[in-house]
Structures are given as C-alpha cells and as structure tokens.
C-alpha cells in the first residue's frame, strides 16, 4: 500500500486548519510554515479541496481558508477523494479478470490484499478531522 504525498499533505493542512476558529480564515502561507509543506503545493492541494467543497476561501487582505463545515463532518476518505487519492493494495483492477501479475488468472493472494484494501478504506471513513484535531496535541 501507498499513500502519496498529496493524501498526507492534505490532511496534515487540513488538521492545522480545523483548529483554528471557523469564523477566522487561515492563510496557506502560515499552513506552509507550520507544517513545512511547501506553498505552491499547499495551493495546487486547496484548489482541489475547494472545487469538492471540502473548504471554502476568503478573499481580501485577512483572507484565506475555512472548512466548509465542521472537522467532525470532513470524513478523511472525503479528502482523499477530494485529491483523487486511491488507497490500493492490488495491483490489479478489483473487478478485472486478469491479475496483477500479467497473467490471466488473479494472484493466489489476491484476496489477502484485497481484504486489507476494504479494512484501510473503512478505516478512513470512520475517521474525521475531528478526530485527529481532539487526538493532536497541538504546540
């Protein structure tokens, strides 16, 4: 399994964000200080979350972004979603008759990886920005 920089990155800012008051806008800037992402990518990242509503920015001179409701309603599935990030465990495509390994027939652990790709996504729907922000000791 592999979570790509963007899956991380987005829920790291996005956890700095939700602890923050949701009536004062945060700037990626001070997101990019904090949690040492680098800017432009923080951008690229907060486009992507503001097309799938996950925040919402503020424009103007102490502008910057909110999330668009509450972190205990911002599943983190619905930012990995959010930034077209896929958690697999399969090289193959699930539904697809041939396996990931070139052949005709699936691997013969194919169901094993399976499995845990179904228990890692289930995890991440359960899971909230609230969650991480109650669980994160922040300094």
């Known amino acids: 399994m592999k979570l790509s920089s963007k899956g991380r990155y987005a829920v790291m800012a996005l956890t700095d964000l939700a602890k923050f008051d949701p009536g004062d806008p945060v700037s990626l800037r001070d997101i990019s200080l904090r949690q040492g992402i680098s800017l432009v990518y923080l951008e690229q990242l907060f486009l992507k979350l503001k097309k799938n509503k996950i ?13 668009s409701r509450k972190p205990s309603e911002i ?11 896929k958690i697999k465990t399969i090289g193959c495509e699930k539904h697809s008759k041939q396996g990931c390994n070139g052949r005709s027939s ?17 995890f991440f729907k359960k899971k909230n920005l609230g969650d991480l922000v109650n669980q994160t000791k922040f300094n």
């Open 106 to 122: 699936k691997c013969i652990t194919h169901d094993l990886w399976d499995e845990l790709g179904e228990y890692i996504n289930n």
């Open 55 to 67: 925040v919402i920015s503020i424009r103007g001179n102490r502008g910057g972004y909110t999330l």
């Open 75 to 85: 599943k983190i599935s619905d930012i990995f979603i959010a930034v077209d990030e």
